[in-house]
């Protein structure tokens, strides 16, 4: 197939072909990331910026090195060193980039709907690195390649996500992206945190955890969004961590090989006790490894091709 | 000066007529309607509305003008023209300007500004509460002195129960309606309704019960104190089926909708335009089909615009921060003919919520087209074929979602008491 889009601004628009792609595109650049010298030519010329409005460390990180493996220029401007705190609008400042023609610009926002703008005044990529509870496209693809790679497939397979659902990009995104697929998707926490109507997207609600996990093949959990008020939909993360904080009991009640993933930052005692996240079903580092070779597959099918 | 309108088919559905009538204007005011009407005189000028429906202008009750204060958004000028432009003889002024109009002399600075610039009729609405703050009563009776026909904090409910109580009960000594924004402002913290399209989208959302339970409240307020009370801009099945049932049991309630929530849903903002930003927002085709539904029934009294122009720059910024509203009055007209043509609203019971009932609700003489009353009527045509583009609004504001739209049905003359103050000059020669 031939990719075709200019930008990746979220996985909703992405057909099942495409994401396939993607993957198979990024099993050929995970090799690079293990050889002594990582480094290949392909993207040697290309100059990508990351925008990020938002702290990041693995994203941000993560895209960087990605677009270095591949030999493109990099430059990353984050919130407090951009001209947003002299009162430039997030416009103007993608309008000024641009001036200085980059080809691709990953952009990090608060604000749902922020890549979007972005990609309709710009002739270069607009890559989606999160905005706000809305989409978080290359999260969703690593962790499907993540869980490819760790079963094998990804047709049935049931996931249960866990956690603040309702300010979640990461769920978002996985959820439009493994729908696509025969999966079952169960999301579980507190019904503060999940949506009304969360059913029409094709997933299963069931508030309580220990029913959620049985036998589940992939365990996925998120952090509580405190950016995004996340904090106010639970009495305290003490009862929180009591009632939904995955324990070895969950893990217990899952599929034998079940993985449990988390895309980051974790809140160690909270959501995740110690004993899990570094247990042996957790892929939560595998994940941060394959983010690499994902983002070095976007970036190459979108900035790579030929003008 | 007397003017002649000649071969259309009038409709006034005040006066149940419906046919090929001649009108008849001397000055200001209507002298005579009948069949075939010869005047035999130099002096009388006569226009041509063969083909065409001669109707009583329309009144709306809930638009903002922006002036005084945001004359980069709108003035009484801009506004009006764009009015006359979508049909519009009279608008009701609402009083969030800078300063609000909470006070007689801003009420005198809009009346005065409306006479000398405006090309339609301004009534202002005065705010319920001193700068829209919800904390106490404006001084409402020399506003009425002024000329305010209406109150409202609109932009806001009034969150103190016991003041809109008041404010109620009060107004009572002037006969004019209070205006209500249903809002619970605890729930209403989100850009866009709360639905399948916030689910995929992960804007914030306000829930249709953020509406609804305002709607209960205040129609229980004004029945305790035996108060007209009008619910502006009703967006949700709930508040349509609660307004229903309550009317039933208590007679002095009335409600409009606008455009937007007969024609649009929440899918429209999927893309992020914010133009598709509107308060109350963008509800779900569940909502929209009861909002057409309760116009058909009755249960929805008027059609108003909530003409809300906003500056270029204020809508062309992210989804979150961008300003709520949508430019109305140029598209209101041709959106609601939309609902003739789709078999929803009979043509007659559309003229009547943009035009009797408005005039009703707010006691006014127009409304209707009998002789002595003032020659405040439209010339429109139900069928001619048009694009909207908001470069060509007269509104200062080029906020609509509705750009591109290709529409049936538009405004060819608005005549303001006998004076011309629109025609379509390609279509209605002089």
């Known amino acids: 197939m031939k990719w075709s889009k200019k930008d990746l601004l979220g996985i909703r628009e992405l057909s099942k072909e495409e994401i396939l792609f993607i993957l198979d595109t990024a099993d050929s650049f995970k090799d690079i990331s293990k050889r002594d010298i990582k480094k290949v030519p ?20 993560s895209f960087e090195i990605a677009a270095k493996r591949l030999s493109a220029d990099t430059i990353n401007i984050s919130s407090s060193t951009s001209s947003y705190v002299k009162g430039e609008t997030l416009k103007d400042t993608a309008r000024n980039l641009e001036s200085m023609r980059p080809d691709a610009i990953i952009i990090r926002h608060s604000m749902p709907g922020a890549p979007h703008m972005l990609a309709g005044i710009m002739d270069s990529s607009v890559i989606n690195g999160g905005d706000g509870a809305h989409e978080h496209p290359t999260q969703a693809l690593l962790d499907l390649y993540t869980m490819r790679e760790k079963k094998g497939r990804i047709d049935g397979l049931k996931i249960v996500i866990v956690g603040d659902i309702a300010h979640s990009r990461v769920a978002r995104s996985n959820i439009f992206a493994l729908r696509h697929f025969d999966t079952e998707i169960v999301c579980s926490g507190p019904p503060t945190m999940i949506p009304p109507d969360i059913e029409t997207l094709g997933v299963k609600r069931e508030y309580d955890i220990n029913k959620a996990v049985q036998g589940a093949d992939v365990i996925m959990m998120l952090r509580i969004q405190k950016e995004r008020g996340g904090n106010s939909l639970i009495p305290s993360t003490k009862e929180y961590s009591t009632l939904f904080g995955l324990k070895k009991e969950h893990i217990e009640k899952a599929k034998k090989d079940v993985i449990v993933m988390h895309p980051g930052p974790m809140n160690r005692g909270i959501e995740i006790t110690d004993e899990v996240a570094d247990g042996p079903y957790s892929v939560i580092l595998d994940q941060v490894e394959n983010g690499v070779a994902v983002r070095m597959a976007v970036l190459y099918l979108l900035t790579g091709r030929e003008p | 000066m007397k003017i002649l309108i000649r071969g259309g088919r009038l409709i006034d559905p005040k006066n149940d007529l419906d046919g090929k009538f001649d009108i008849l204007i001397n000055g200001a005011t209507i002298e005579k309607i009948d069949k075939n009407i010869h005047e035999a005189s130099d002096k009388i000028k006569v226009i041509d509305a063969s083909n065409h429906i001669i109707a009583p202008g329309l009144i709306d009750i809930h638009a903002h003008l922006r002036e005084p204060g945001y004359e980069y958004k709108e003035t009484i000028r801009t506004g009006t023209r764009a009015a006359a432009k979508g049909g519009f003889t009279t608008v009701v002024s609402m009083a969030n300007t800078a300063p609000v109009n909470d006070n007689k002399s801003v009420t005198e600075f809009i009346v005065e500004k409306a006479r000398s610039e405006g090309f339609c009729r301004v009534l202002p609405c005065g705010a319920i509460t001193r700068g829209l703050k919800g904390e106490e009563l404006s001084e409402i009776g020399e ?61 914030e959302a306000t829930p249709s019960i953020a509406e609804e339970i305002i709607v209960e409240r205040d129609i229980a307020l004004a029945r305790y104190v035996e108060a007209p009370i009008h619910l502006t801009h009703i967006s949700t099945a709930g508040s349509v089926e609660i307004i229903g049932k309550s009317k039933k ?53 008027i059609i108003a615009t909530d003409h809300a122009p906003h500056e270029f720059t204020s809508k062309d910024m992210e989804f979150d921060i961008a300003s709520f509203g949508i430019s109305g009055f140029e598209t209101a007209l041709a959106l609601s003919l939309k609902l003739t043509h789709d078999g929803l609203l009979p043509l007659k019971a559309l003229i009547q919520k943009l035009s009797v009932n408005p005039a009703k609700l707010l006691n006014l003489p127009s409304g209707e087209l009998s002789t002595g009353k003032p020659a405040d009527l439209i010339i429109f045509n139900t069928d001619i074929k048009w694009t909207i583009d908001k470069e060509t609004f007269f509104s200062k504001g080029k906020n609509t979602p509705f750009h591109g739209w290709k529409l049936k049905g538009k405004n060819l003359l608005t005549m303001v008491g006998g004076k011309i103050v629109y025609r379509d000059t390609n279509i209605i020669k002089s």
């Open chain 2, 143 to 203: 506003m009425y002195e002024a000329g305010i026909v209406a109150l409202s904090d609109d932009g806001k409910s009034v969150k103190d129960a016991g003041l809109l109580r008041k404010a109620l009960e009060y107004a009572k000594l002037f006969s004019i309606p209070v205006i209500s924004h249903c809002e619970d402002e605890t729930l209403a913290k989100g850009y866009v309704h709360e639905g399948l399209s916030s689910l995929i989208s992960g804007l």
């Open chain 2, 249 to 301: 049991k208590y007679k002095k309630i009335t409600c409009d909708t606008c455009p937007h929530y007969f024609t649009l849903t929440d899918e429209a903002t999927l893309g992020f335009d914010t133009n598709t930003k509107v308060n109350p927002p963008l509800r779900s085709r569940k909502d929209m089909e009861a909002i057409q539904e309760g116009l058909r029934s009755g249960i929805i009294d």
């Open chain 1, 42 to 61: 392909t993207l040697r010329g290309k100059t990508v910026i990351t925008l990020f409005y938002e702290p990041s460390t693995r994203t941000r990180t």
